[in-house]
């Protein structure tokens, strides 16, 4: 069957960039903030990251999610800076009242890992909502094996099924009169920890049929596979990767050399 | 005498696929109501809008002459049971003994005898004994089916609304299923029943409906 280039009409209609390039940028972005744990760093890197799903995935949609989900977050990341900040100590003092202080260190990783924590949110984003199978393109186009390629996309397309899962147990306490909403936090902790395992249990048996299906279709009996269509690199994919190389390699050696 | 009154309701999931225009039904609580339709006509859309779960509608939805919009789930919960067509996804526990007790107890109060005495008195009828303690994965589709006729059990006086509930249930569970029903009609209590299997239950219906271009129909029944 003789590949073609589709037409995207679905989710890639609103994504400009090809799948590789914003692995790329995504894969860049994280190493950055890993490597420069400064707070002014992990700022300009969110504001790089927002710039970059505004002109990326121009979609309300998506934007209603990101605002979703760093609501959903904001709880995590205000509880892992003050954990932080009260237990990490080094440097100077800041504030101290009996046997509780506060050190410049612990504000300063406090606040960063809250930071990379929210940038790790957003640039997901970018990742999210991508069909599976531009993945096992993008990941052959790099001449990874097919088997390992599958298996990584598959982890991503277990994401959409486990959220549908959580959802699904959602609605049936909430069928049940049962809303999380409105709950207390110690009623809400009862709730997660009793819906937690069945989600995942029903999560992985879905799974599990889908390796079923993956061995009836004889998976990897043949050498040779065709593809419905390809995901090839456009003019400006290739300046952007290049320019990330560059850049990366330029900002590395200034700092270490 | 109780009854869910729907009015002019509209529905689209997309602007440009109405699912209801101005539709209208009113389900009785003490009468059998059967309602079938093509696939992807609304009949599952209706039973999400009637249990809450989808707000977005036109039109009025009225439980004795109260709007049912602002029904909280909790609210809703006291008067109506609506169980899924797929069995997975009535369950939350791991296991049909803590799935039911849920059903009772919520996260709030703890099991008492006479509870866990009801629990295994349904189960008893419904032949569920055995799987009380397995975990839900390891169930057949049918199996976890009984385990949500056994939540109606639970549930007795409530308004049932059931979508498909004797797909994938052998001739022994439609039979106990049918004399569940046939006590409840003597009893007075009624239910929305959803299916494609209109035979089994014929002589039990009070009224049939049809969903058909996004409008409710009451049919002739036939004898």
């Known amino acids: 069957m003789k590949n073609t280039n589709r037409k995207h009409k679905n989710m890639d209609s609103s994504t400009l960039l090809n799948l590789r390039t914003i692995i790329i940028l995504v894969s860049t972005i994280t190493t950055l903030s890993v490597i420069y744990n400064t707070i002014l760093m992990q700022i300009s890197l969110i504001f790089f990251s927002i710039f970059l799903l505004l002109v990326i995935q121009p979609s309300r949609h998506r934007f209603n999610r990101l605002k979703h989900r760093m609501k959903m977050i904001l709880r995590v990341v205000i509880s892992l800076m003050v954990f932080q900040i009260l237990f ?20 300063n990783y406090g606040v960063s ?5 929210m940038l790790i949110v957003i640039i997901a984003g970018l990742l999210l909502d991508i069909p599976y199978y531009d993945y096992i393109l993008a990941f052959r186009s790099w001449k990874i094996p097919y088997e390992i390629s599958f298996l990584v996309a598959s982890v991503i397309h277990f994401i959409p099924i486990f959220h549908k899962q959580f959802i699904t147990s959602r609605e049936a306490l909430n069928l049940r009169g049962i809303e999380i909403s409105t709950s207390t936090l110690h009623k809400r902790f009862k709730i ?5 395992f069945p989600v995942i249990a029903k999560a992985i048996s879905e799974v599990k049929y889908r390796s079923i299906s993956l061995e009836l279709r004889a998976f990897r009996l043949y050498p040779e596979r065709t593809f419905i269509y390809q995901a090839k690199l456009k003019w400006y994919d290739i300046i952007i990767q290049i320019f990330i190389f ?12 | 005498m109780k009854s869910i009154r729907i009015k002019d309701l509209s529905f689209a999931y997309q602007l440009e696929n109405p699912i209801f225009t101005n539709a209208s039904l009113e389900l009785p609580f003490n009468e059998i109501t059967f309602l079938k339709g093509a696939n992807g006509s609304g009949k599952t859309t209706l039973c999400r809008i009637l249990s809450g779960l989808e707000k977005r509608y ?3 939805i009225n439980i004795n002459n109260l709007n049912f919009k602002p029904f909280s789930f909790t609210e ?10 797929e069995p997975l996804s009535n369950v939350v526990a791991a296991t049909p003994e803590d799935d039911l007790t849920l059903w009772q107890h919520g996260f709030d109060k703890h099991p008492n005898e006479s509870s866990s005495e009801l629990r295994k008195r349904v189960m008893e009828r419904l032949r569920i004994k055995d799987l009380k303690d397995k975990p839900f994965w390891e169930l057949s589709g049918g199996q976890v089916k009984r385990i949500g006729l056994a939540a109606l059990l639970i549930n007795y006086d409530k308004y049932w609304i059931l979508d498909e509930p004797i797909s994938g249930l052998d001739n022994t569970l439609i039979r106990i299923f049918i004399e569940i029903l046939e006590e409840r009609k003597t009893l ?3 239910c929305l029943i959803i299916s494609h299997k209109e035979d089994k239950i014929l002589n039990l219906i009070d009224k049939s409906y049809l969903i058909q271009n996004e409008h409710i129909e009451q049919i002739a029944r036939k004898f």
């Open chain 1, 113 to 117: 890992s809250s930071l990379r924590l």
């Open chain 1, 88 to 107: 990490r100590h080094g440097g100077e003092i800041i504030w101290q009242f009996g046997t509780i202080k506060i050190t410049s260190l612990g504000v």
């Open chain 1, 192 to 196: 997660f920890s009793a819906l937690v």
């Open chain 1, 246 to 257: 560059i850049g990366f390699v330029i900002l590395v050696f200034v700092t270490y050399f």
């Open chain 2, 58 to 60: 036109i039109g009025s």
């Open chain 2, 76 to 85: 809703r919960a006291k008067s109506i049971i609506y169980l899924k067509q």
């Open chain 2, 188 to 190: 007075g209590k009624g």
